[in-house]
């Protein structure tokens, strides 16, 4: 079974431009979360989505951050215009739907976006 | 928004167990606690949760205190490869979307 899979590795963009990141999670999996961890800070979350749907997106640090999921499956995070505080690692995790929702599901996380912004 | 408390740093004999301490003083009933450890450049991997009782699984055991403020999570056998940051995390049950990243401790296991 593929795991949780982040695309490109890496993106090294200049300040003001524009970037993509795109995570393919699990397959089945309803949730998808986007964390990330900036530069000597601990990992943070950004939001969350239930299918199509955001759940949660109190973590999105401003409007320069877009995430969409159409159509329930791969998911989308687009910075428009990147700034050079943006530099870091974004990771995706899914987990399923855990029914109940009691919060006693695995997260799987994918191995991440290193993104520089010079 | 860190809930939980870790050393920095530990190290820890190849073949020997690894028990990674954890504080989380100020957890209610309804939250789990998670472990997940990160290697160098991948991503955050699961290793064990557990709610008020102890748990095994084949990679670890987890330890929680009675009063549930602290616990434990025990390597039986360390490795070389088990190098890695440990995360403990607290995650509410119903209100579940976050899982809260501490600082984690940097487990050095030593040949």
């Known amino acids: 079974e593929a795991g949780v899979t982040q695309f490109p590795s890496h993106s090294v963009i200049e300040k003001g431009q524009t970037v993509t990141l795109r995570c393919d999670p699990i397959s089945g999996h309803d949730n998808l979360y986007w964390y990330r961890r900036v530069m000597g800070k601990e990992i943070k979350f950004l939001l969350h989505?239930?299918?199509?749907?955001?759940?949660?997106e109190s973590g999105m640090p401003n409007n320069r951050f877009l995430a969409e999921r159409t159509g329930g499956t791969y998911s989308t995070l687009k910075v428009q215009p990147a700034e050079l505080e943006d530099s870091g690692v974004y990771f995706c995790?899914?987990?399923?739907?855990?029914?109940?929702?009691?919060?006693?599901?695995?997260?799987?996380f994918g191995s991440g976006t290193q993104l520089s912004v010079l | 928004d860190a809930k939980t408390t870790q050393p920095p740093s530990m190290d820890c004999a190849e073949g020997r167990a690894a028990n990674l301490p954890c504080n989380h003083s100020t957890i209610s009933g309804n939250e789990y606690v998670y472990w997940y450890r990160q290697i160098h450049s991948q991503g955050p991997q699961y290793i064990i949760h557990?709610?008020?009782n102890n748990e095994t699984n084949e990679m670890a055991s987890l330890i929680i205190t009675e009063d549930r403020k602290s616990s434990t999570l025990i390597l039986p056998h360390a490795t070389l490869r088990d190098t890695a940051v440990y995360y403990c995390?607290?995650?509410?049950?119903?209100?579940?979307?976050?899982?809260?990243f501490g600082s984690g401790t940097k487990l050095n296991v030593k040949p």
């Open positions: 995390i607290v995650r509410e049950r119903y209100n579940f979307n976050k899982f809260y």
């Open positions: 989505f239930v299918k199509e749907s955001k759940q949660d």
């Open positions: 557990g709610l008020k």
């Open positions: 995790a899914s987990s399923q739907e855990a029914g109940q929702g009691v919060g006693n599901e695995k997260l799987f």
